[in-house]
C-alpha cells in the first residue's frame, strides 16, 4: 500500500489482534490494522474536514431541468425542433426532436435563493445546505457504463467503488463494523455488484450489504455461544494462514480472515444498529416512516439507518433506491416523465432532506458528506409534446448535489447552456467529484494508490482536480 502505513506498534501474540498478525503470518497485517482501527487508527494526507460519506444515489438519472438546473427557456421554446446545433454523442438526441419545459415551477428558495423545482418540496427547505454542481459532464448516455463510472472512475469496470477507496485508505473508527455499507432494496442496478466491489483491493474492502426487508444482513445471528465461536475463528485463522503460506496470492486469503473476523464483531453490533424501533416519533416521522407507501417507508429505513452508521463509525454508506415498478433504473423517465418521477421524489426526498436536518440537529452534518447523484441527466427535448411523454439518457450537462462535510451550502457551481443541453462554464467530471470528496476526507487522490497491474492504481487514474471553490 503505497499511500500511507498505518501507525502501531506490533502487539502480542496473545492478544487478538496479535493472534491474527502471526496467524497471517504479516500478509495482510495492514489491512487487519485498517479493520482494528480503535487501536490503530489510518493517518490522513493532510487534516481531514469529513469523517464519513453517505451516497444517496439515485439510478436511473433524474432530470436535472426538472429539479436543479432552472431553465425557463425550455417552456418559450417548447414544442420547437432543436435543429442540428444542439446534437450530441453526449445525449439521445437528433435534429427533429422538440424543446419539453418543466411540468413544475423553479422558485429561489432559502436565504441563499438557490433554484430547487417544486418538485422536490422538502428538499428546498434544506436549500442552504446544498451545494449543487451544475455542470457535470461523463462519458457514455448508457446506464451500466454510467453507474460504474460514477461508482468506480471506470466505465468498463473491474475497478474499486468510491466506498471500497475510502474504506481502503481510512479503515472504520469501529471495530465492529465494516468500513463501507451498502443499504440496499433486493435489486442490482445495471453494471451490477462491481459497482459496489473492491476489485483489486483486499476483499475486506467491498461493502457490506443491509437489506431493507427482513433479515439486515445474511447469517448474523451466532449459532454458537461467543466463546465457541472465538476457538472456531481462531482454528479457521491459522488454517487460512498455513494455506497463505503455500499461496502465490495471499491477499485473498488475508481478506478472508479479515472478512471472518468482522462478521464474528458484526453479530453484536449490526442487529442493534439496524433496529430503528427506539428512535423518538418526531425523527421517525421526519424521515417518513408513517408513510402509507411502503417504497417510501423503506427508503426512510435504510436513510434512517445510515444516520444511525455513521454515528457508530461506518466511513461510507450507500443507499440504494427501490424501484417501484420493478425497473432497474427507478428515475429512467422516457415516458411519463411527470408521473414517475413524482413517484420517485416522493419515495425519496423527504428522506434525504430529513438525514440533513438530523446531521445538522446533531452536530454530524460538519463532518459528513452527503452525496446526492444519479448517473446521468435526462434530455431537455423530447421526440413529441404530447401527454406521458418524457426525457432520454444525456450525459452531456446535469446536475448532483453535495451537503456538509466542508462545502459552501446554499451554492451553484457551473452552467449549462440557455436550454440545459450541454454544460459551458467549469464543466465537471466524475473525476473531479471523486478528488474533492477524498480531500475531504483528508486523502489527496493522487497519492492514495496500490499497486496492481504493473503500476499504481488509484480511484482518479489519470485525471481528477480538487474543486476548491466549493469548499468552505
Known amino acids: 500500500m503505497k499511500h500511507h502505513q498505518c501507525p502501531g506498534s506490533i502487539a502480542p501474540a496473545h492478544t487478538r489482534r496479535g493472534f491474527l498478525q502471526q496467524a497471517s503470518a504479516g500478509f495482510g497485517w495492514l489491512a487487519l490494522n485498517g479493520l482494528f482501527s480503535k487501536e490503530a487508527t489510518a493517518a490522513t494526507h493532510f487534516p481531514a474536514k469529513a469523517k464519513n460519506v453517505i451516497f444517496c444515489f439515485m439510478d436511473g438519472g433524474p432530470s436535472h431541468v426538472d429539479t436543479f438546473d432552472y431553465k425557463p427557456m425550455l417552456k418559450k421554446h417548447q414544442g420547437q425542433p432543436i435543429g442540428t446545433r444542439w446534437l450530441s454523442k453526449k445525449s439521445d438526441s437528433n435534429a427533429g426532436r422538440v424543446w419539453l419545459g418543466s411540468p413544475w415551477e423553479f422558485k429561489q428558495r432559502g436565504q441563499s435563493g438557490l433554484w430547487v423545482s417544486d418538485l422536490f418540496p422538502h428538499l428546498a427547505q434544506v436549500a442552504d445546505h446544498l451545494c449543487v454542481v451544475r455542470s457535470m459532464v461523463g462519458e457514455l448516455p448508457l446506464h451500466g457504463q454510467s453507474n460504474l463510472l460514477l461508482h468506480t472512475g471506470r466505465t468498463a469496470g473491474q475497478a ?3 466506498g471500497a477507496w475510502v474504506s481502503y485508505g481510512l479503515g472504520t473508527e469501529n471495530e465492529n463494523l465494516p468500513g463501507y455499507v451498502l443499504l440496499n432494496n433486493d435489486w442490482v442496478p445495471n453494471g451490477g455488484l462491481e459497482n459496489f466491489g473492491s476489485s483489486f483491493l483486499p476483499a475486506s474492502h467491498q461493502a457490506t450489504v443491509m437489506r431493507a426487508k427482513g433479515t439486515p444482513v445474511d447469517n448474523i445471528t451466532p449459532g454458537d455461544p461467543a466463546a465457541t465461536q472465538r476457538r472456531k475463528l481462531a482454528l479457521l485463522a491459522s488454517q487460512n494462514a498455513a494455506f497463505a503460506h503455500q499461496s502465490s496470492d495471499a491477499q485473498a486469503i488475508e481478506a478472508a480472515i479479515t472478512n471472518y473476523e468482522t462478521a464474528f464483531l458484526m453479530q453484536s453490533a449490526v442487529p442493534d444498529l439496524a433496529d430503528i424501533s ?3 416519533g418526531h ?6 416512516l408513517d408513510s402509507p407507501d411502503e417504497h417510501q417507508r423503506l427508503y426512510a429505513t435504510q436513510a434512517l439507518r445510515a444516520r444511525r452508521l455513521v454515528e457508530a463509525g461506518v466511513r461510507f454508506v450507500e443507499i440504494t433506491c427501490p424501484s417501484f415498478d420493478g425497473n432497474n433504473s427507478p428515475w429512467d423517465q422516457h415516458v411519463q416523465l411527470k408521473l414517475n418521477h413524482e413517484q420517485n421524489a416522493r419515495i425519496t426526498e423527504q428522506s434525504v432532506a430529513a438525514l440533513i436536518i438530523d446531521l445538522h440537529q446533531r452536530g454530524m452534518l460538519d463532518e459528513t458528506i452527503v452525496l446526492w447523484a444519479g448517473e446521468m441527466g435526462r434530455t431537455p427535448h423530447t421526440p413529441a409534446v404530447k401527454e406521458g411523454c418524457g426525457r432520454d439518457h444525456h450525459v452531456n450537462g446535469y446536475s448532483l448535489f453535495l451537503a456538509g462535510g466542508g462545502f459552501k451550502g446554499g451554492t451553484a457551481y457551473g452552467e449549462t447552456d ?15 467529484i471523486h478528488a474533492t470528496i477524498l480531500h475531504q476526507m483528508g486523502l489527496d487522490h493522487t497519492r492514495l494508490t496500490f499497486r496492481h497491474g504493473g503500476r499504481d492504481q488509484r480511484l482518479t487514474d489519470v485525471h ?7 469548499l468552505a
Do not use: C, M, Q, W
Request: charged share 20%.
Open 278 to 280: 427506539g428512535e423518538p
Open 283 to 288: 425523527i421517525r416521522k421526519l424521515y417518513g
Open 464 to 470: 481528477g482536480h480538487v474543486i476548491k471553490t466549493i
Open 160 to 162: 474499486p467503488s468510491l
Open 418 to 432: 440557455e436550454f440545459g443541453n450541454a454544460a459551458v462554464v467549469n464543466p465537471t467530471s466524475v473525476h473531479d
